[in-house]
């Protein structure tokens, strides 16, 4: 099973917030990068950046060694990758496709099995780290999958990554990136509802912040998040309140698969569905504080 190295051909389906930069340090790296996405403008840029742009999905996988795909969720990879015209169906024995989205683990398991019934392997790979990092090339991914299908293509994941975990059988990429989501969200919460309460003491949010941030009760939210955008009211971080949501729920549906009650993770979940409803689902992720605060 051959390494896959520069200049090797890399597809890539779904070129949004993420997508672009992750295209761009692909090519920095040398791979020959096709790409497609929905949005013209996408297209243009990475085009721009020395892509080729591709008009389907399909003609992206087409010569391609390995495709990867950047969605939003793990139906829509389904349908790109053995739907109707799905990319299955051009790409040759022995090809990768590489899931970056956030799936759920159960789905990309049976889609695994349905590709290798075609010949084709899968890894599992979600990111962490928001679009700062995939800029900067220093994403967090949890690869999951067969071990040789994941060395086979290390060299295309760590141009677009510092830190690489393998994290065992096919899935378990997105059932890790699920339990960070929870672990992130509830941590939010909580932060932002400590925040809350300390002010309508008649603590200052800010010196909270601080007491946190030097005690037990620091987490990402109060180190990188709280003052940065939440405070200030720029809520601007860049990752969508919807997707949180999502990804929260994705470990709820694995807890109640694999029939572990937990109470805390159905509870967060809620809040955030309840959130997504009333803010909507493109608001950015630290406007629950918004939610909190009226609620």
Not at 41 to 67: F, L, M, P, Q
Not at 132 to 139: I, M, N, Y
Not at 162 to 180: E, L, P, V, Y
Request: hydrophobic fraction near 45%.
């Amino acid at each position: 099973m051959s390494i896959l190295k520069a200049p090797a051909v890399i597809g890539f389906v779904g070129l949004g917030r993420m997508g672009l930069p992750m295209v761009r340090n692909l090519l920095n790296s040398g791979f020959t990068v096709r790409g497609f996405d929905q949005s013209e403008i996408a297209r243009a840029e990475i085009a721009a950046a020395g892509a080729v742009a591709c008009n389907s999905a399909v003609e992206v996988a087409t010569g391609a060694d390995a495709v990867i795909t950047m969605l939003p969720n793990g139906v829509i990879v389904r349908e790109v990758v053995i739907g109707r015209d799905g990319i299955s169906s051009v790409l040759p024995p022995e090809a990768i496709v590489i899931d970056m989205s956030s799936s759920a683990p159960t789905d990309t398991t049976h889609l695994s099995e349905q590709l290798a019934a075609r010949g084709i392997r899968l890894v599992d790979a979600p990111v962490s780290g928001g679009r700062t990092r995939a800029v900067d090339g220093t994403l967090t991914i949890m690869a999951g999958g067969e071990p040789a299908v994941v060395s086979t293509v290390l060299p295309v994941l760590e141009a677009m990554s510092t830190t690489i975990f393998r994290t065992g059988k096919i899935g378990s990429g997105h059932a890790m990136k699920a339990i960070n989501n929870y672990v992130s969200g509830a941590g939010m919460v909580a932060a932002m509802e400590g925040v809350i309460l300390g002010e309508a003491f008649g603590l200052d949010p800010e010196v909270i912040v601080d007491v946190l941030n030097v005690s037990t009760g620091r987490n990402n939210t109060t180190e990188v998040k709280m003052k940065q955008f939440v405070l200030n009211r720029d809520f601007g971080s860049g990752f969508a309140l919807g997707l949180m949501a999502k990804d929260i729920g994705i470990a709820r549906q694995l807890a109640q698969a694999l029939n572990l009650p937990m109470g805390s993770l159905a509870e967060t979940s809620a809040r955030w569905e309840a959130a997504q409803e009333k803010l909507g689902s493109d608001a950015d992720h630290t406007e629950m504080y918004r939610f909190l605060s009226e609620s």
